[in-house]
């Protein structure tokens, strides 16, 4: 293809030439900076400029960009302000439970054990929070930064913003907010109920938190006497709006939630707890109306919605936000069932069947994420996903046999295109990712 | 290092430079235009930051180490490649020192081992301002360069170095606790260039004393001395230029059985905010270890304070000019204590616990024995046994207060080993050196 002459750009980066289209570039044809017969001098490395250049006209990395680290790409990106391009070549694509491999795993320098993360809902990056300290990595899971809290084991972490996070612990009081770069803190949240002299010094067990919206935070505080409610916390101020959903916590329906999640389009927070003792699992899944604080649903089991699956209460649950719907996996049987929050009853569940796939064994501290459509299981004997074939679920596991052994998963998160994982007793963060490489491997 | 170049928008909003600014260097055939403010981040005594704008240079040098050379002039990202680049950096007479990654002590990692030929032990460490690394191991110091990928041993008329320390880039004063005299060895020569002794007792001929620690401030090196029969200590502060005796302070002679007033400095580390030295020094005697720490004005030879350790003696001590404080292993309580430099108290109730402090005092068990505990910027490094904790500061919004928090290191494969016996700290790097070892442990931080 010829192009026109007056929209060719010329490029002096370094000592080495360069001449591209202003197309490429993503410049005005008349771009007065741009239009120079004599070409344009950078102080810039070429061989980057290059392979920037190259990444821009195809939308595809070159394979020689692994002779430099990932951070020196990303950095020339934003020095040329064309890293939202350098993003979409280098992201994976959309994540796909059937076509999942483990990408990497993340390992902070010290005491990495995870107690909790984070992901970006967006761009894949990921905050964990290991031994007090949160490491965060970016899109292209480079660490950008480690900081330590007061805090020695966080158990809850949450993004306030792209740069705040909201830290609790079980061992120390209090909601915390900390500025990931600098590791400064920004303030702190407490329970006090001036009525009830019981609450003091009361611990986060869990935190809701969308960002990029104007919406409160929630977290369930539990003060030393069991007692234990939801409070929603401003964003700007770091103050409590309202509270609601206290309970005595005097038995396991009423012990504070360990799942948290908001669901700002129809204005409800999820909440539930599960706890396991001799006798198997019991728990509860609330739903609360945010505003008004009244609960518009609950299910408490064993026992409470009694129903077709009586003694089969639910291991884990957690809900679906974009397609408003609770998913559970039982304890005892390992199914799992999923209930439409357009028509919740006394028992709304619909248990997911696929002839193909029978369960080894049961739910027995399964963890249930739903991502991206699909929902994701953790069980002893490996991760399944659960997606949707015209109306239908079907079962497959994301993982070989050898990636189980590694361990029961603890932990689940997606963002991005990614799904984030930590298992017992594991250091590190597994990364899965779907890729549209084949993986061929030389067999001479 | 900071970024350098405020990212910008977009290439169409980059301010076009005036031709007059290019500097074009031609390194073996291979054209480079640059800009003088890129060269200057060479440092002020290079080459390359001499070269004037608008002209052009050639250099016999391979264009690929150029170009990586002036990619981390530009972008100041650490190279891949540090040890190809370090004779680039000796040719444009760059600061070594500047390849190495900022010290983020989060990111510590236990990163290389450097073995040491012959089968004496590692027997003491050191860190020189250019990054480079010296190792004692029996009589001989090895030096390993900034990058760690080229060595140089010396031999020293030592049997044993215990002391050592790196006075410039080439010399470095080393010391032993049975063998008098400290020796200042000039490495590129490897030859011992002087040796600086002290006797108590100058006039009646006797013998030369041992070396017990050594230390330096920008001014003076600093040597605590003890008389081969143990009756006799000070620390005498050297000219760090001419290496002539300044003066003598801390002078103790034991008269009797109190052992407890001659105890000489093992420890002598320089507070630079506050102009002064603190020297440490503990003995086991019968009623348990007792020990002293004393700051001494350098200047007028006096002492500003001293507290006697008799309750949870230090197992080790020092001071941190960053958070102005001095912080301690209680021998029997294993715990982290620290006192502020600017409200010095007296006794063991003025140090304040960092622990929970509930570990049992004087149940006969020496938690405590055998920890180091160093400082380095902003952190306080405590060794356990073959383990380092790390303590870091956080402060807290609202009232402005500071906790000092403890921080594991390393990975489960990190832990274990032999018990440490030194940490010393530099550039973007811990060095260990643990008991009974032949190789010195590298922690670096790793971007």
Known sequence: MVQEMDSRVKFNVGGKLFETTSATIGTASGDAAVQHHEPLFIDRDPELFSLLLSTLRSDRLPSTATRFPKRALVEEAIYYGVAPRLRSAMAPPPFLGINATLATTILPASHALPTAIAPGSHDGSLWIAHGGQISSYDWSLTHSSTIRTHLDDITSLRRLSPVVAAVGSVDSPGLHFYEISSGSHHGSTHWSDPSDLRVYKAWVTAIASDVDTTNPIFAVFEAPHRENCIMAVDRATLQVVAQFGRLSGSSSKMAPARRLTHLPDRGLVFASAVSSGAFGYSGYMRLWDARSGAMVWETCEPGGSGGRRFGDSFADADVDVEEGAIYKVCWKSGDVAMADMRKLGDDPWAYLEDPGVRNLAGGEGSFLHCFKEQVFVGKAEGLEVWSQLDGQFRRNYVDAKEDAIRGTITRMEGGGNRLFLSREGMEGVEVWESSDFSGAIAAC | ?447
């Open chain 2, 1 to 447: 290092m900071a970024h350098r170049s405020s990212p910008a928008s977009g290439v169409e909003s980059q301010p076009s430079i005036p031709s007059s600014s290019i500097v074009s260097i031609n390194v073996s055939g291979e054209l480079f235009q640059t800009t003088t403010q890129t060269l200057s981040f060479s440092g002020a005594g290079s080459v390359l930051a001499a070269l004037p704008a608008g002209s052009l240079s050639f250099f016999d040098r391979d264009p690929a180490l150029f170009s990586s050379l002036l990619a981390f002039l530009r972008s100041s990202l650490p190279p891949a490649n540090p040890q190809d680049l370090l004779p680039e950096l000796l040719f444009f007479r760059i600061d070594p020192l500047l390849l190495l990654p900022k010290f983020d002590p989060f990111s510590l990692q236990r990163s290389i081992l450097l073995p040491l030929h012959g089968r004496d032990h590692l027997s003491a460490l050191a860190t020189a301002a250019g990054g480079s690394v010296h190792a004692a191991h029996g009589g001989k110091i090895t030096t390993f360069d900034s990058t760690l990928a080229r060595r140089d041993t010396v031999l020293t008329p030592l049997p044993v170095i215990d002391s050592l320390l790196s006075v410039s880039c080439s010399l470095i004063a080393a010391g032993a606790s049975d063998f008098p005299s400290v020796h200042l060895v000039d490495i590129p020569s490897g030859r011992v260039s002087q040796t600086l002794a002290w006797s108590p007792y100058p006039l009646n001929a006797s013998p030369p004393a041992i070396v017990q620690a050594i230390g330096s401030s920008p001014e003076h090196l600093f040597a605590s001395f003890e008389s081969p029969r143990r009756t006799a200590s000070a620390i005498v502060v050297f000219d760090l230029n001419t290496f002539a005796p300044v003066t003598e302070i801390a002078r103790r002679e034991i008269y009797g059985a109190e052992l407890d007033s001659a105890i000489p400095a093992t420890k002598l580390k320089w507070v630079e905010s506050f102009n002064l030295l603190m020297a440490a020094g503990s003995h086991a005697g019968p009623s348990g270890l007792t020990g002293n720490i004393r700051l001494w004005d350098v200047r007028s030879g006096g002492s500003v304070w001293e507290t006697a350790e008799k309750v949870d003696c230090f197992a080790d001590v020092t001071p941190c000019d960053h958070l102005s404080a001095i912080f301690k292993v209680g021998v029997h309580s294993g715990e982290v204590f620290v006192m502020d430099l600017r409200k010095m108290g007296d006794g063991h109730s003025a140090w304040m616990c960092l622990g929970d402090g509930r570990k049992a005092m004087g149940n006969g068990k020496k938690e405590g024995s055998g920890c180091r505990i160093e400082s380095y910027e902003n952190q306080v490094f405590v060794s356990r046994g073959g383990e380092v904790e790390m303590w870091s500061s956080v402060s807290m919004a609202g009232a402005g207060e500071k906790v000092m928090k403890r921080n594991l290191m390393g990975r489960a494969k990190d832990a274990g080993g032999n018990r440490i016996v030194q940490m010393v700290f530099g550039g973007n790097r811990m060095v260990v050196a643990r008991k009974d070892e032949h190789c010195v442990e590298v922690w670096e931080s790793l971007r």
